[in-house]
């Protein structure tokens, strides 16, 4: 996605050379809120966090920044307390405080993301430049002060409700045991990492009950003798893959290692990428832009989407870590062929369900429902990482490419991928059905 920085901050000595407030006009574009997730973005991906954990900082981020706007638009928009779960109360705007809420709302989706996770700092610069706009830009100081500090109010109360949801109670629990057993998942080439997130299927969803509302049914038995059984011949078709031009630049472009490791004789050295969710969330930005959405229907198609690749992770890992399964890479080399390499670097934890499968259609899902179906665009969220952009007829087209790409790569088997794919629409569709967002015209 572009950088905006550096354009707003242009537009910004143009309005103050003229003496006249222009604020709104830089502020409210929807692109700065894009800009935004960006720089989150860029954030994750240095902390080197995993996909699940990176899907915590959108959600929550975006959840604070949809507030927000739902206070300053209360008659369009429906809050989500009562419709998230735990979420009981959010503060809301002081009597008589002036408060710009698409400014405020930049500022909570900046407070929040970096809070969530990371250490106090990593997201200043950005919220510093923030307020100069603000200065540079005719807004007065009693308005500035009174957006901050309903900015902050909000963040602390999204802050206080993230507290509860596990998260910290899983950072000390158990770690997964290795077992070298017949279709278990083990540790994989070249890092041979240990399992990620073993217990994200404990973290309290939003928008599901809990993990186990949509029960995904067992894999396919193990079995790498019988050439007619279900799994063989999953095991074949990923083993036998030739991969075209485009099959290959479907896997890669799709890929999002967040941190891939790279092993040339003794050195070693991990190169980053958006994870999953961080490129759904660049898609939410490009998409809008697509429809000329205002900076509110943005917000909101963020947060919507945040939300459904938050249970989207939840509702696949609860899967990965009940049946444990082994990947084709452990498979094929331990029974077929040991010099066998997938084209993409194997992750660190089990196969079944496929992660990128489930988010990426449940993403598709909640953006289709706010920005609408057939939104032909071009996804260019990989160019800055070198791999050239792919154009997408609509939102789950480019879900269905996903899903695919994961088979191409030969990290999941093809059946995985498609039983993940339905259960990433069903996690989608209840985010969408559940959901009140935008209230109803009288």
């Not at 009981?88 to 008589?96: E, Q, R």
Request: glycine letters at 6%.
């Amino acid at each position: 996605m572009k950088r905006y920085i550096l354009l707003f901050s242009l537009a910004a000595l143009v309005v103050s050379s003229c003496k006249k407030p222009g604020y709104e006009k830089i502020l409210h574009n929807p692109t700065l809120y894009s800009e935004a997730v960006h720089e989150l973005n860029t954030v994750v991906m240095g902390n080197n966090f995993s996909p699940p954990v990176a899907s915590r900082n959108y959600a929550y981020a975006s959840i604070a920044g949809y507030e927000v706007i739902a206070a300053g638009d209360s008659g369009k928009y429906r809050s989500l307390v009562g419709q998230v779960n735990g979420l009981t109360s959010v503060a809301k705007p002081l009597a008589g405080e002036q408060i710009d809420y698409p400014y405020a709302s930049i500022l909570a989706f900046c407070q929040v993301g970096e809070a969530v996770t990371f250490p106090a700092g990593s997201m200043k610069l950005f919220t510093d430049s923030l307020h100069q706009l603000a200065v540079a830009n005719g807004m007065s100081s009693e308005m500035i002060s009174g957006s901050e500090a309903y900015a902050k109010a909000v963040a602390q109360s999204i802050m206080a409700w993230s507290k509860k949801d596990n998260y910290a109670k899983t950072r000390s629990a158990s770690k997964f045991a290795i077992k070298d057993s017949a279709g278990r998942w083990v540790p994989t080439p070249p890092g041979y990492f240990e399992a990620v997130e073993p217990h994200w299927g404990e973290i309290r969803t939003l928008v599901m009950h809990d993990a186990r509302e949509y029960l995904v049914p067992p894999p396919p038995d193990f079995n790498v003798t019988d050439k007619n059984s279900k799994y063989y011949k999953e095991v074949m078709l990923t083993k036998n893959l030739n991969l075209t031009a485009e099959q290959t630049h479907i896997a890669d472009f799709w890929d999002d290692n967040p941190g891939k490791m790279n092993v040339t004789g003794h050195v070693m050295f991990i190169t980053k990428k958006f994870s999953p969710p961080g490129h759904w969330m660049g898609v939410v930005g490009i998409g809008a832009e697509k429809v000329h959405a205002d900076f509110n229907t943005t917000v909101c198609a963020y947060a919507k989407t945040a939300i459904a690749l938050f249970d989207g992770f939840i509702e696949s890992w609860a899967a990965k870590y009940k049946y444990k399964t082994v990947r084709p890479e452990t498979v094929i080399n331990k029974y077929f062929d040991p010099n066998w390499r997938p084209h993409l670097q194997t992750p660190p934890f089990p196969e079944y369900t496929c992660g990128h499968c489930t988010i990426s259609a449940a993403a598709a899902e909640a953006l289709t429902s706010v920005l609408g179906d057939n939104v032909a665009y071009t996804d260019t969220t990989e160019l800055e990482f070198g791999i050239k952009n792919r154009s997408f007829r609509s939102f789950r087209d480019a879900a269905n490419e996903t899903a695919m790409s994961r088979f191409y790569g030969g990290i999941h088997f093809h059946n995985s991928c498609l039983v993940s794919q339905g259960f990433g629409n069903v996690v989608g569709d209840s985010v969408v059905k559940k959901l009140v967002m935008l209230k109803a015209k009288k």
